[in-house]
């Protein structure tokens, strides 16, 4: 005949209170009697991580074992789960039920290191290193061959920056210190826009000769404009009353300065009408096919200003030509370049910064870095046309002049 017993739950139990379950690795135990079992826990109880560690030693006449509930070898399932045990009491047939955690118990050989050990020594040991040395003991000899092969290159590499070192004393002590902190910061001070700049040849004999106009407009793209010059060349006053009110003021005062007639006259207008492109170009962020249609653009011209001053973006599912704000720099330098053959290498920069909606400064830092010469202009005319009283004016003048950085150092306001 069955007897009955009742569950009883033991609430409010303490971490120390869990009842310990334990597993053998090696085998199940057939005699209990013949182990002594301690149980140990952290002494750092204000350790939140630490306070809740525990280690149960398993001691017998023929070996020892460990059993922990942190570290690699500890079960991983008593924080995946809870475990319950229930203890039941004979007399009262009453069954308790406590909480419970599980130790896995590994026999300790004498005279192996400990896993703790091994850790502490492998923690210097870089991940690398770790991979290496497994290479080297159960790797492929491909993989040995490879690990060989690596660490004679980084041997080439350590020998090539002490090679580097020397040659950069020896540069210091020829030079001095102070001579090639003068050259990076002029270095420094130009590299930002001097990727956009026109090819430059500053040991011209001639002025004309610095920026080559060819390399502005090659042959074949100037005789591509030979139409659309010509179109130029035969605008009307109301015509060129729109492009002024179209804010491109510099194309109109190369229009009304058009030489009477001859190969002057004809590549003038070619000229202001690239101009007129480039000027439309750098007001647009997006670019597309249709661009230049409504003025006549070539199609080698609209080719050249895809490939030269737009950048390729992919955005929406399709490919966009995008003026950057480094390339509305490289607009304005070949702009600058452009009116300089124009207008007998001299330009108007207040004029050209206003048409390409760029700033002053930045027009300005644009011209230096192009080694010409910057000078103020009073201009007679009023304000209908976009002149000012103090135009700033940018010429090229052999042999080109070089900026020195310069370095705002900001006052403190004083404190009253």
């Known amino acids: 005949m069955d007897v009955n017993c009742t569950l009883v739950c033991c609430e409010e139990e303490r971490e ?6 334990v597993q053998f690795s090696n085998g199940n135990l057939r ?22 560690r525990r280690m149960l030693v398993a001691e017998s006449q023929r070996l020892s074992y460990v059993g922990n509930n942190f570290g690699t070898e500890s079960l991983k399932c008593n924080n995946l789960c809870k475990y319950y045990v229930g203890v039941l009491n004979k007399e009262t047939m009453k069954m308790e039920v406590h909480r419970a955690q599980l130790f896995n118990m590994q026999p300790v050989i004498p005279g192996e290191s400990s896993t703790e050990n091994d850790g502490s020594q492998n923690t210097d040991l870089t991940y690398r290193e770790k991979v290496d040395s497994l290479i080297e003991a159960f790797g492929t000899n491909k993989q040995k061959r490879a690990l060989t092969s690596r660490r004679l290159n980084q041997v080439g ?6 090679a580097v070192a020397k040659a950069a004393h020896s540069v210091i002590d020829q030079k ?5 902190q003068q050259e990076v910061v002029q270095a ?8 956009y700049l026109p090819p430059c040849f500053p040991d011209a004999d001639t002025p004309q000769h610095v920026y080559l106009f060819d390399d502005i407009l090659s042959p074949v793209e100037y005789d591509a404009l030979d139409a659309a010059g010509s179109k130029m060349a035969a605008l009307t006053p109301e015509e060129l009353h729109k492009i002024t009110d179209g804010g491109c003021l510099s194309v109109v005062r190369q229009l009304e300065s058009l030489p009477r007639e001859g190969v002057a006259r004809e590549r003038q207008a070619r000229c202001a009408f690239y101009l007129l492109l480039l000027i ?4 647009q962020k997006n670019i597309t096919r249709k661009f230049g249609q409504e003025e006549g653009c070539p199609r080698i011209i609209h080719t050249k200003l895809m490939r030269t001053f737009t950048v390729e973006t ?17 607009v304005a330098a070949y702009c600058l370049a452009l009116l300089l053959h124009m207008g007998d290498m001299t330009s108007d920069l207040t004029l050209l910064h206003r048409d390409l909606g760029v700033t002053e400064k ?48 900001r006052k403190r306001k004083k404190m009253h």
């Open 188 to 195: 420094e001070s130009q590299s930002e826009v001097s990727h």
């Open 314 to 330: 992919f955005n929406n599912g399709r490919v966009q030509n995008v003026v950057s704000t480094s390339m509305r720099v490289k």
């Open 362 to 409: 930045r027009m300005v830092e644009v011209a230096k870095s192009m080694g010409l010469t910057l000078v103020r202009h009073g201009c007679v005319k009023g304000d209908d046309d976009g002149s000012t009283a103090d135009n700033r004016l940018a010429s090229l003048v052999l042999p080109l002049v070089k900026y020195q950085a310069f370095t705002e150092i």
């Open 176 to 180: 001095g210190l102070e001579a090639l």
């Open 31 to 52: 005699n209990t009697e013949q182990l002594n079992f301690s149980f140990y826990k952290n002494v750092d109880e204000t350790n939140p991580r630490k306070k809740t």
């Open 16 to 21: 120390d209170d869990k009842a310990v379950i």
């Open 157 to 162: 590499s350590e020998t090539l920056q002490s």
């Open 280 to 283: 439309k170009l750098a007001r």
